[in-house]
């Protein structure tokens, strides 16, 4: 689950990023400040949302094989068996 919520975030800030590294590369490391918030960060929120969205269906479509079927710790006869994931065709 946590993979899934840095994966979401990295997408988000992805193109906050490119941004940045754009308005260096173009007005140099005093140039890169931000100005405010103007046109160019509404549309940077966008594809930031969009790219979420996007990676939100990657995960279902691509992410869901299952791996089997959680079977929780469990007292058999006074000793604990430890939990396991059995394969779907048991």
């Known amino acids: 689950m946590i993979r899934v919520i840095i994966t ?8 906050f ?9 173009t007005e140099g490391w005093t140039g890169a400040r931000v100005a405010g918030f103007g046109r160019a960060t509404f ?9 979420v969205v996007a990676g939100f269906i990657a995960f279902a479509v691509l992410g869901g094989q299952d791996q089997g079927v ?3 710790a469990q007292y058999r006869d006074g ?6 994931m059995r394969s779907p065709d048991n």
């Open 8 to 15: 979401q975030i990295v997408l988000f800030l992805l193109p």
């Open 17 to 25: 990023l490119a941004f940045f590294v754009y308005r260096v590369a």
């Open 43 to 51: 549309f940077l929120i966008i594809a930031g949302g969009l790219l």
């Open 70 to 72: 959680y079977v929780p």
């Open 79 to 84: 000793v604990l068996v430890p939990s396991e």
